[in-house]
């Protein structure tokens, strides 16, 4: 322990702070939940002494170690009946002032507590770890109990009992009498939304030991770590100098989804207010979508519609998705990539990959071999862009596995895995936006949609919109187009100013989804008649593809622009 701390005794502190009346409560709900865990929060410690909170985090190990005793003598006093079942009371610490990112978790950080912020990607299944083997002497039958700590079993070599009295002898584990505890390994990777422009995302590997810690966090989840940052050697104990850093959970806290991705201050508050009231405000959003790319006002109509999304209903016989999805489909070099790298990075929760996906689960999910021989549950770019949209550039490319998977996740928004023992349903609430390019190069205006396109029709019928983008020559356009780019390079540093800045779009898009309009009888009507005209036209030219009630078109319609009215 450092100097300064000599003249305080740590136990003592933290018996003062359990006797709390929120930690006496804790203390005796444990009982009833059948946990064996206390959650102390940071700052009741910050408050009590300044010192002791910083030699936590300098020294989680040996603090921790006061702390979880200090619990243990709090829980006999409140129930000695439960203290007399557990042997000890771990101590969990939620909320540090401020989160690392996993970007600087670095050799500085070995042996300390920190808490990072990220996105679950991958987990393993929760197996048993001994925490004490008992082993059997061979020769004499004496049981012998040997504490575990590293990654391979440590066994005893020589037996102390009477008869063998210190001789080597061969030992057998024997379960039945060996301590074991719940572990799961999971990776976690910093979130969309906080990664530097043009960065690939930085990962690490968390090991959560104890049943109140395992399975908590689900792939694709957005979860806060307090951990000890340690080090790890890649192939067991090896010789090796380099060492891999993982993160040695103490406390794991699931965000909500919901959670504002963006903070909006009370100024913005107002400035959203007095926008919306804006006669214009329609047709300024349309304008502030990729500026710099020219026309597609239609296009970018319903790329606003799909930034705002609609309101799912959770039905007791299913889920109603909130959100559409758009395909793109057109010839090459006409601006569909440049527009979904737009919107991604626009979006409140926007992530680009490509139909072949970033990582080794593609756009769904898989179930992947770990180095050490067991598996793991990886999510893929549309569990990861959850509540949020993902922009899927030639998505005619996608692997075959994910062909299947991605039915159920543009559906019903969810998708499910079972292979190689993991059975797991993760969510996919996630708008998709999708660039194709044509089958045959170019799009061939003689074929119908499904035809121009290497995907199958189940797959298309589950986009809301499809635009077909065809680059012919036309004088009038072309004209216009070509000024639009060249004005852009002419003005190479200020860029076209759209009506709304994208920052500020992003708050406002941001504010809107907290509002749930509801459809008024005149709105009902209204789409009722829509719907079945679009129907009657579909009919006659045998449309490959029939349209499909969606209202949700018309909800993230009133969101965008009528929302105060719901207020
Ligand atoms: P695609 O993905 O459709 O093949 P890209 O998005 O890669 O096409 O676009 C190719 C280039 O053409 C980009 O540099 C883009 O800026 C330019 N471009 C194409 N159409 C437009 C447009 N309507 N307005 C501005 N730039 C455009
Ligand atoms: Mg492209």
Known sequence: MSEELKHVDPRQIFQEIFKMEKYRSRLSQMAVEGSTSLVLDFEDLRVADEELAKELIMNPRAILDYASKAAYEQLKIEDPEYANVIEKVAVRVRGLPTPISLRKLGSDYIGKLVMVEGIVVRATPVRPMIVEAAFKCRRCKTIKRVPQSGMTITRPTTCESEACRGRRSTFDLVEEETKFVDYQEIRIQEKPEDLPPGQLPRSVNVRLVGSDLVDTARPGDRVSIVGIVRVTSPRGEGRLRIFDI?????????????????????????????????????????????????????????????????????????????????????????????????????????????????????????????????????????????????????????????????????????????????????????????????????????????????????????????FVLRDVPDKERDTEMSEHILNIHKRAHSSIEPPIPPDFLRKYISYAKTINPVLTDEAIERLKEFYLTMRSAGEGEGSPIAITASTTRYLSFLRSIGFTSSL
């Open 246 to 466: 993982y993160l040695d959970a103490n406390f794991i806290d699931v965000k909500s989804k919901e959670a504002e991705a963006v903070i909006i201050s009370p100024e913005d508050e107002k400035k959203i207010l007095e926008l919306s009231k804006d006669p214009f405000i329609h047709r300024k959003i349309v304008q502030s979508i990729a500026p710099s790319i020219y026309g597609y006002e239609h296009i970018k109509e319903a790329i606003m519609y799909l930034l705002f999304g609609g309101v799912p209903k959770t039905l007791p016989d299913g889920y109603i998705r909130g959100n559409i999805n758009i395909l793109l489909i057109g010839d090459p070099g006409v601006g569909k990539s440049r527009l979904l790298q737009y919107v991604a990075a626009i979006a409140p929760r926007g992530l680009y990959t490509t139909g072949r996906g970033t990582t080794a689960a593609g756009l769904t999910a898989a179930v992947l071999r770990e180095a050490g021989g067991g598996m793991t549950l990886e999510a893929g770019a549309l569990v990861l862009s959850d509540m949020g949209i993902c922009c899927i550039d030639e998505i005619e490319k996608m692997r075959p596995e994910d062909r299947v998977a991605i039915h159920e996740a543009m559906a019903q928004n969810t998708i499910s895995i079972a292979k190689g023992g993991i059975v797991a349903t993760l969510n996919a609430r996630t708008a998709i936006l999708a660039a194709a390019n044509p089958a045959l190069g170019r799009y061939d205006p003689y074929r119908t949609v499904a035809e121009n396109i290497s995907l199958p029709i189940t797959i298309l019928s589950r986009f809301d919109l499809i």
